[in-house]
């Protein structure tokens, strides 16, 4: 050896459509296909959630107390809690609306949500902030906020919890 270093090299090149380009070309689709999905199933999600409040608004607006209750839990560890008072199970929540808005006297008024805040909680669960404001046949406007915990079962997303304040 007289002490030089050989740099040759074979070069190889792949075309288009040789196998390994394309095996490459497959696993470079699927990892960024598996990187927008859950941002794909996230908002799937979220979709599905204020489809389950826009479907509640209309029942109340056609004032079908049972149709609204769809959206929630029916369950008795379903929870509600309204001002310093805690309501337990769906069906303790309808009888509360029932006793409310839907009892001689008492009207229920046009139902509006506004300003949702959808946050999801894994694939399974989501935080739901947002306004409710009703608008009363006497003019009389209540308004306030609320905080919904949604929990998917097989049969959609469902409210398990409802925390609702009204303004003073």
């Keep these: ?83 310093a008072t805690e309501t337990s199970g769906w069906q303790g929540t309808l009888d509360r609306y029932r006793a409310t808005y839907g009892s001689p006297g008492h009207e229920m008024g046009k139902l509006d949500f506004s300003d949702l805040r959808i946050e999801m909680l894994g694939d399974k669960g989501a935080f739901v902030r947002g306004s409710w404001h009703l608008t009363m046949p006497d003019g009389k406007t209540p308004h306030g906020k609320f905080t919904l915990v949604f929990r998917k079962f097989r049969e959609g997303w469902k409210i398990i919890h409802d925390h609702t304040s009204a303004a003073e």
């Excluded at 394309?22 to 959630?49: C, E, F, N, Q, T």
């Excluded at 479907?55 to 309204?82: I, P, R």
């Design 1 to 83: 050896m007289d002490g030089s270093v050989s740099n040759s090299y074979k070069e190889v090149r792949y075309t288009a459509t040789s196998p390994r380009d394309k095996k490459v070309r497959y696993l470079l689709l699927m990892i960024a296909a598996s990187l927008l999905v859950p941002g794909i199933h996230a908002a799937d999600a979220k979709s599905a959630i204020e489809h389950v409040l826009i479907t509640q608004q209309e029942a109340w607006n056609h004032h079908d107390l049972d149709a609204f209750m769809t959206g929630y839990w029916n369950s008795s560890d379903m929870t509600f809690f309204s001002g």
